[in-house]
């Protein structure tokens, strides 16, 4: 099992830049994928970004592409997620998850992200 902490969240202007952090604790971190979704006012949660558990292999929503990047350092237990030149359309919770063999099982609380015009 494992617990996930967001961090890193904020208030930044359009063209601005964050980087989320995923802290995780147990034993077992290197072993898991982990993922990057978020999820807007009035919208279903999306997927933003994911990465295998070697860090080997990066994924990427077509929105983000280009403009966020996902890293993980497995001795520290943590994913990140890079965000550059954001845009309003990028303000939601963003939350990462743990998967195991394809599925997310295991969430974190999320942190806000606002993106003023």
């Known amino acids: 099992q494992v617990q996930l902490v967001e961090s890193g969240g904020g208030l930044v202007q359009t063209g601005g830049s964050l980087r989320l952090s995923c802290a995780a604790s147990g034993r077992t971190f290197s072993s898991y994928g982990m993922g990057w979704f978020r999820q807007a006012p009035g919208k279903l949660r999306e997927f933003v970004a994911a990465?295998?558990?070697?860090?080997?292999?990066?994924y990427y929503a077509d929105s983000v592409k280009g403009r966020f990047t996902i890293s993980r350092d497995n001795a520290k237990k943590t994913v990140y997620l890079q965000m550059n030149s954001l845009k309003p359309e990028d303000t939601a919770v963003y939350s990462c998850s743990a998967s195991t063999k394809g599925v997310y099982e295991y969430w974190g609380q999320g942190t806000q992200v606002t993106v003023s015009s």
């Open positions: 990465i295998t558990s070697s860090g080997g292999s990066t």
